[in-house]
């Protein structure tokens, strides 16, 4: 089974999307907290993540590039998600690809779906 680690601090768009990725046949693993998700990732291998650009207590570009630096998960592959158009950013800074909020959901599938294939 696929499993996504969604790294979003609005408990609201993370239940959505556990619930939306639950129902498309997906395993789902969260973060405990942003300070060191470096670790979480190499706790839970997740195939996919996608990580919110501007969090609350953290940056997700320096989660994205933690996670570039780090050997054992470097090659996860990462979905950056914004309100504001940040796609160049995320893809120079590393990123496999970006999502633009609000999104339809059949569009984050099809962008993850995309990554494991």
Do not use: W
């Amino acid at each position: 089974m696929t499993k996504v680690m969604l790294v979003e601090d609005d408990p609201t768009m993370l239940s959505l999307l556990q619930t939306l990725l639950e129902i498309e046949g997906f395993e789902v693993a969260k973060p405990a907290g942003f300070d060191n998700v470096v670790a979480e990732v190499v706790a839970h291998k997740p195939d996919v993540m996608l990580v919110d650009v501007h969090l609350q207590d953290a940056s997700g570009f320096d989660i994205l590039e933690a996670i570039r630096e780090e050997e054992a998960v470097k090659h996860t592959a990462v979905i950056m998600s914004s309100g504001m158009d940040f796609s160049s950013e995320c893809i120079q800074k590393g990123a496999n690809d970006f999502v633009m909020k609000p999104y339809m959901p059949d569009e984050l599938i099809e962008k993850i779906k995309k990554l494991i294939h």
